[in-house]
């Protein structure tokens, strides 16, 4: 079995040294703001690929400019106790993969798309360093990427990075390129129904900017603005403090 040892300690070696690059650039991340991600960069190439010109939009804004309207939309959007759970909320995995195991073993398997169970913290992991690809061996750095993240950075400032890199639309990345794109206003003046329409993008902002990228059943965007804002005024946008036992 000598033969084996050797491939499987370079195998070791080789995801060891991927962790702790990952590592290394999260902590830069503590005061240095991330330049693009693996998804920015990948659709970059899909919409510009030689061309000259490009029509990717981002620009970052920082965490205190952005309107408190928008954080709270985006919470209850896509992860509501963001700032209470460690990175991942186990129950909505649990249901996330029975329902991709009903889905598996369906004759439509082909034809349906896997449901997620992210937390904000793990799409920012996937969009930060990963591809686009579902299976497990992704899943699994997904969460060991999860994990350093919420292990490094303030829960603001994972806040910070997400709202600043995620997708609002075809070759639009950011809150800043998103209210300057959809509204002509800078991220602090956005409003209440402005920023529960961003929100509800989220989960696809592709189809949400333009129509050629929807497809039947896809998101009824003005029932989940409604929902949002129905809830916002329910999510904290800090950690709520556990209070001290009486002696």
Same mark, same amino acid.
């Given at each position: ?48 690929? /030689?061309? /000259? ?6 620009? /970052?804004?920082?965490? $205190? ?14 992860? %509501? ?11 909505? #995995?649990?249901?996330? /993969? ?92 956005? $409003? ?16 949400? %900017? ?21 809830? #916002? ?15």
């Amino acid at each position: 079995m000598r033969w084996l040892a050797y491939p499987i300690k370079c195998l070791f070696c080789g995801l060891l040294a991927m962790q702790t690059y990952f590592a290394i650039q999260i902590l830069l991340w503590i005061s240095l703001d991330p330049i693009s991600t693996a998804f920015q960069r990948a659709e970059q190439w899909r919409l510009c690929s /030689w061309h /000259w010109s490009c029509s990717v939009q981002s620009k /970052w804004t920082p965490y $205190d400019k952005i309107s408190n309207n928008l954080k709270r939309a985006v919470l209850v959007s896509e992860d %509501d106790i963001f700032f209470q759970h460690k990175g991942v909320r186990v129950e909505d #995995m649990q249901k996330a /993969w029975e329902k991709n195991q009903e889905k598996m073993q369906s004759k439509n398997k082909a034809k349906t798309a896997l449901r997620g169970g992210s937390t904000i913290t793990q799409q920012l992991a996937k969009n930060l360093f990963l591809s686009s690809e579902q299976n497990y061996f992704r899943k699994g750095q997904e969460l060991i990427i999860t994990g350093l993240l919420e292990f490094i950075l303030t829960k603001q400032r994972l806040f910070e990075i997400y709202l600043n890199s995620v997708e609002w639309g075809e070759g639009i990345f950011g809150i800043g390129a998103a209210a300057s794109h959809y509204y002509g206003i800078s991220p602090a003046a956005l $409003d209440l129904e402005q920023s529960a329409a961003l929100a509800s993008a989220l989960p696809a902002p592709k189809c949400f %900017d333009k129509e050629k990228y929807c497809r039947r059943g896809s998101i009824n965007y003005s029932v989940r603005q409604e929902f949002i804002l129905e809830n #916002m005024g329910r999510v904290a946008l800090a950690p709520i403090p556990i209070p001290k036992k009486a002696k």
